[in-house]
């Protein structure tokens, strides 16, 4: 079975390929989208909230010769994943690679003075983002890159924002480590 794997089809060469890459407007995700664009890889550059450096990315891609797009899309939202995935594939005609690069949280510095019900929003918000996202992504991807027999979808995560923080004081610090965890 891995020897399958390995000589999966590789007969398009990457600057003949199409990538999505989720969270492509800032950080990690700018990195990857600049890197493939540069190899010759049509790029969706996918944001959420920014689409002003989305934007950006996608004009210094063009200046320098190549293919992209910005799109929108909440990935916590199958719908949104799969209507990135569709978009993609109709303006390039098809999608080779997912690289999933967005992830993150909004936790408040001080948690324990928050109510309860609102820890547990932002709890499950944390799980949408970093988890449910990338996997209703994977979903959207999968039958598009099955169906033309190759495709390579990659999860990438940072540590922590502001780097992993030892859960001394529970309230506060435990949603830092599920962001982590996530």
């Known amino acids: ?26 950080g990690l995700g700018k990195a990857v989208a ?21 934007e950006e990315i996608v004009e210094r891609i063009r200046q320098s010769g190549g293919k992209a797009i910005a799109a929108s899309a909440d990935l916590t939202q199958f719908a949104q994943a799969e209507s990135l995935v569709e978009q993609t594939v109709q303006q390039f005609g098809g999608l080779d690679i997912l690289a999933v690069c967005s992830g993150g949280h909004d936790i408040p510095d001080e948690m324990r003075s928050l109510p309860r019900s609102e820890r547990y929003r932002i709890w499950n918000r944390l799980v949408e983002f970093n988890m449910s996202g990338p996997m209703f992504c ?5 039958p598009y890159m099955a169906k033309q027999g190759y495709g390579r979808i990659v999860f990438s995560a940072s540590v922590a924002k502001n780097g992993l ?17 996530s």
């Not at 000589?7 to 969270?23: F, L, N």
């Not at 994977?138 to 999968?142: H, S, T």
């Open 1 to 26: 079975m891995i020897n399958h794997i390995v000589m999966w089809k590789m007969s398009k060469k990457i600057d003949q390929r199409v990538a999505i890459v989720t969270g492509g407007s800032g």
């Open 34 to 54: 600049l890197r493939l664009a540069g190899e010759g890889t049509a790029v969706v550059v996918h944001y959420n909230r920014n689409e002003k450096k989305a």
């Open 138 to 142: 994977a979903y959207a991807a999968f």
């Open 165 to 181: 923080m030892v859960a001394l004081d529970f309230l506060d610090e435990i949603h830092r480590c599920g962001y982590a965890a």
